[in-house]
């Protein structure tokens, strides 16, 4: 994050107050594109689970498609969540602040969610195997929206320390 700054930057960077907050604006970058990186591999995940259902219309399976239309739409709501979400830091002038400390853990929780991501992917190819060889279908389901309630459960933990932090 620091390599692309000018002479005088760093100078200023380097007193001590400012230097503080610049390296928490950094994290905070850092911690946004973090999540914007999740966001897109998630997106290309649903574009896939999107695919599924087409190739389920296909099939004439379409006692299948409530069920992945829900995973869809579970798969969306995660998606928007960490688009949206804080960046969990306050601003330079604001009343409130969270505290270097809690501002490792949010970057840690989304280091977490974002290890856990190609998890979905796996669990969406295992659904299309299931699709494919006609066997294990509601298994592979199953095991695609456990891991989406899991990634839920791990963004709400999040969003539970950015709030005790900032009460």
């Given at each position: 994050?620091?390599?692309?700054?000018?002479?005088?930057?760093?100078?200023?960077?380097?007193?001590?107050?400012?230097?503080?907050?610049?390296?928490?604006?950094?994290?905070?970058a850092?911690d946004?594109?973090?999540?914007?990186t999740?966001a897109?591999?998630?997106?290309?995940?649903?574009?896939?689970?999107t695919?599924l259902?087409?190739?389920?219309?296909?099939?004439?399976?379409?006692?299948?498609?409530?069920?992945?239309?829900?995973?869809?739409?579970?798969?969306?709501?995660?998606?928007?969540?960490?688009?949206?979400?804080?960046?969990?830091?306050?601003?330079?002038f604001?009343?409130?602040?969270?505290?270097?400390?809690?501002?490792?853990?949010?970057?840690?929780?989304?280091?977490?969610?974002?290890?856990?991501?190609?998890?979905?992917?796996?669990?969406?190819n295992?659904l299309?195997?299931?699709?494919?060889?006609?066997?294990?279908?509601?298994d592979?389901l199953?095991?695609l929206m456990?891991?989406?309630?899991?990634?839920?459960?791990q963004f709400?933990?999040?969003?539970?320390a950015?709030?005790a932090?900032?009460?």
């Amino acid at each position: 994050m620091t390599t692309g700054m000018g002479s005088i930057e760093r100078t200023i960077s380097g007193l001590p107050v400012l230097r503080d907050y610049r390296e928490k604006e950094l994290r905070r970058a850092a911690d946004r594109r973090i999540r914007q990186t999740m966001a897109r591999r998630l997106e290309s995940y649903r574009r896939k689970l999107t695919g599924l259902q087409r190739d389920l219309v296909t099939s004439g399976q379409l006692r299948s498609l409530p069920e992945v239309e829900r995973a869809v739409g579970r798969l969306q709501l995660l998606i928007d969540r960490i688009k949206t979400a804080a960046s969990g830091y306050a601003g330079f002038f604001d009343a409130q602040k969270i505290r270097e400390d809690e501002l490792q853990q949010i970057t840690t929780f989304d280091a977490a969610i974002s290890q856990k991501v190609p998890a979905i992917n796996d669990a969406i190819n295992a659904l299309n195997q299931a699709i494919q060889s006609g066997e294990g279908y509601s298994d592979a389901l199953d095991a695609l929206m456990n891991t989406l309630t899991e990634l839920h459960e791990q963004f709400d933990q999040r969003q539970d320390a950015i709030r005790a932090a900032t009460e």
